[in-house]
């Protein structure tokens, strides 16, 4: 019994630099930067030794989401989840299928898994040089067909001012419900051949159910915004995404293929012997197992694609608002135009999305953890 | 015993220096001197020349010259932030002279003025009033200025014109006139490159459907930029945009001048660092190869920037500092210095042999012209604004609104409180 105790002086006492440290440099500077996001500290005289900040509460959230000068910022909001989207399901959907084709062991599988890795090791400031030269309005990618004796593109990747799947913001409410509804329905499709009564009653019918109430009652929802304001996908972050795709996908590449490769072979072999074809095998047994690698690969690229900001720095500079960021924004608000109380409020509003996607892992695992 | 009596010598030696009187001042300067800047790569050499007079007139210090790289300071400012956040300013630092200056240094009282330094050297007389005024407060002056640009200029070549059959526009209603017959030709009106350059182009329009006195009423505060004066420069600049290219946003403004140089494009309106480019890397002769001319309905204006040097408070080799601000206002200093780097000396008095024949026109309306501040480049506004005033430029690209954007450029005036 004392010899236990005493186990765990040792235990905490061992942990306690790392516990101060954390509580101070993490927990400690987050409650600061809330508490900053909730003054006016910014504008001029903002840099003396003693600068004024009065409290105004969340006149500053309030201004980033219905404010005149918030709507920069509101386009990189959705530019950011835009880009979230797209470089998850690129980087796991190309790098799985490298993976598996890996997996089949073909003649220099170690050379080329170096190859296909070895994006993942250039500092993002290079790439993102790289890319802006190869995505260059008339150089670069768009010659390439001329070689081949096309017409050369002309599609200005980083600067293209189309966007598609517009949306105005006055509508933010509706098209939120929107989303949440198609999700349910999606999940519900998903899980119809599993339990077809469940999924209806629990996912399909609420999600239709809701999306109709929007479409009939939609206008009744309060508008977000006291302006007309659409944003969009924007057409020039395509560039920004190929390059963040060709650089993490070797990245989920390594995840699978070490996870493929712990799959037993008998596993394997008997999955063969049951009938079962190539695609049959990783579609039905080797990708369902390797569930948690493609939690942890979504996990940490939608951190990436949140924290994003030297690759789109290099690409396409500070001021562009067709590929903004909330990262970039955030930098430019806080140390170029010395605004540090709305740079915490951006900052802060990034943790909170960031938060949105780890806290339900965490408290998944830590579920799991108890049961097992 | 020998020990205590050097510790004895080595104290009366310190008492002595401390109660030396202040006319010993021309004792040799010792130590060290840091100045940051963001003067590398092309105008490294200007600043290299600025350094060996010091060098040559104070043997005895050392110079570190602390530079971060990146275009009108982007990076450079940034570090300096944080360093004077840290307590640990740099000797002097190069600034843009003007709001930016005053805006985040002054008003958190981090500068020291630097009046009697002005009224000793006789500086006063040798720069322009207007010049004075813009770079200081009612309570003093704030920094040295190194050198004199011009931002409203119009690029071209004057061959490439007569081809095409085209004068030189005045106005931009004879820019509007000549404009389709360029399209026609296949010829682009005008050249624009990324985001900072439409600020750039914004403030040239801007001052020509303003007017000089406006466009100073907008900075201090008693012209709205929400007024009919305000939305109509909105307006006039959305026209002017239809006639730029339309992958503006990948370029740099190099790239710009070059499509000018190359003939795909007619006119470039930027800074006369511009001339620097086509002079020093591109061999052109100024007047021959390469034409230039206020930007339109601005002549008699001169849209000027200036980087300048400043001594914050605490800076730790302060007496070395001090030389190194005399250099930088002395005619010797600055004809070293501004004919390398591409613009004209901010002294009234400078030996203009020595520049190119660009320079001499410059120098020349800097001598008559009306001085008014830029906007893009921190004269007129603070950080503040400017920060803001780029998302506004960038919401105008894509919506192409005029009252929205004058809207918010008064409400940004309002948050960073411009005029007060």
Known sequence: MREASRDRAKAFLTLLPSIILVAVFVYGFIGNTIWTSMTDWGGSGALATEPVKNFIGLDNYVDLFTGFLGGGFRQDLVNAVYYSIMLLAGAVGLGMFIAILLDRKPKGEDVLRTIFLYPMSL???????????????????????????????????????????????????????????????????????RDPRRAVLRWIGPGAAAGLLVWLFGDLLPQALFMEETHGFNLATLGIIMATIWQYSGYTMALYLAGFNGISQDLRDAAMLDGASEAGYYRHVAIPMLKPITISAVIILSHISLKMFDLIFAMTGPDNAQTGHPALTMYLTTFRANDFARGAAIAIVLFMIAALFIVPYLVSQYRQRRRG | MIKSFSKYIVIMAAALLLAAPQAVQAKELTGELEIFSWWAGDEGPALAALIDIYKKQNPGVEVINATVTGGSGVNAKAVLKTRMLGGEPPDSFQVHAGQELIGTWVKADRMEDLTPL??????????????????????????????????????????NLAKWGVAVPKTWD?????????????????????????????????????????????????????????????????????????????????????????????????????????????????????????????????????????????????????????????????????????SISARTDSDLSKYNDYLKSAAADFGKDRVVGSLAHGVAANETFMGGFASVMEMFLKTRNPQAAAKACQQLAKKSRIGE
């Open chain 1, 123 to 193: 500092s993002f400031i290079v790439s993102g040089t790289i890319w802006r030269w190869l995505l260059a309005p008339q150089g670069g990618v768009n010659v390439l067909p001329a070689y081949a004796g096309f017409k050369p593109l002309d599609f200005a990747w980083l600067s293209s001012t189309g966007a598609i799947l517009e949306f105005n913001w006055q509508n933010l409410f509706q098209v939120l419900l929107y989303a949440a509804a198609f999700v349910m329905i999606m999940v519900g499709l998903w899980g119809v051949r």
């Open chain 2, 118 to 159: 002005f009224k000793e050297q006789g500086w006063m007389d040798v720069f322009p009033e207007g010049l004075i005024k813009l770079i200081g407060t009612d309570k003093g002056i704030w920094s040295v200025p190194v050198n004199v640009h011009r931002s409203n200029v119009m690029w071209y070549i004057p061959a």
């Open chain 2, 174 to 342: 004879e820019f509007f006139a000549i404009a389709p017959k360029l399209k026609e030709q296949g010829v682009l009106p005008l050249a624009l490159a990324q985001n900072w350059t439409a600020n750039h182009l914004w403030e040239s329009v801007a001052l020509a459907s303003l007017g000089a006195d406006n466009w100073d009423a907008l900075w201090n505060g008693t012209l709205a930029f929400d007024s009919p004066e305000g939305i109509k420069a909105w307006e006039m600049f959305g026209k002017v945009l239809e006639y730029t290219n339309a992958d503006a946003s990948s370029l740099s403004w190099q790239q710009a001048t070059d499509m000018v140089i190359d003939g795909r494009a007619a006119f470039n309106i930027m800074g006369d660092w511009a001339a620097g480019y086509m002079y020093t890397t591109k061999k052109m002769t100024p007047g021959k190869d390469f034409g230039w001319v206020a930007s339109p309905g601005t002549s008699g204006e001169f849209l000027f920037l200036a980087d300048s040097f400043g001594l914050p408070l605490g800076s730790p080799h302060r007496d070395n500092a001090i030389a190194w601000l005399k250099i930088l206002g002395s005619k010797e200093g600055s004809d070293a210095f501004n004919p390398i780097k591409g």
